[in-house]
């Protein structure tokens, strides 16, 4: 069974940054693309960014050039680096996975129903 641990969210100020965790368990596959969502009240779940295991990202363009996904495979860890955040980055935050189409996220949109894992969500706050 897979399992995704978010961690890392909390309340910043315009302009600060956050550090984002998923910590996955339980893989069964060898490659999983692996991507960061999120959902504002009131809105739809929408990307942010993807990583897949051969080190391929892509990021929705609000979020280029402040935004960086990395993983630690020591640690079956992804994260996600948000820097210069603005108060519209505020949402829940969710980490999801799928081993579909061999671990590979440019095959797919980047949309939650391509996604058969999820964490539990982590919240960010940016005040103005």
């Known amino acids: 069974q897979v399992q995704l641990v978010e961690s890392g969210g909390g309340s910043v100020q315009a302009g600060g940054s956050l550090r984002l965790s998923c910590a996955a368990t339980?893989?069964?596959?060898?490659?999983?693309?692996m991507a960061w969502f999120r959902q504002a009240p009131g809105k739809e779940r929408e990307g942010v960014a993807t990583?897949?295991?051969?080190?391929?990202?892509s990021y929705r363009d609000s979020v280029k050039g402040r935004f960086t996904v990395s993983k630690d495979p020591s640690k079956n860890t992804l994260y996600l680096h948000m820097n210069s955040l603005k108060p519209e980055d505020a949402a829940m935050y969710y980490c999801?996975?799928?081993?579909?189409?061999?671990?590979?996220?440019?095959?797919?949109?980047?949309?939650?129903?391509?996604?058969?894992?999820w964490g539990q969500g982590t919240h960010v706050t940016v005040s103005s």
């Open positions: 999801a996975a799928d081993p579909s189409y061999g671990g590979s996220c440019a095959l797919r949109p980047l949309t939650e129903h391509e996604y058969e894992y």
């Open positions: 339980g893989y069964r596959y060898s490659s999983y693309c």
């Open positions: 990583f897949e295991s051969q080190g391929y990202t």
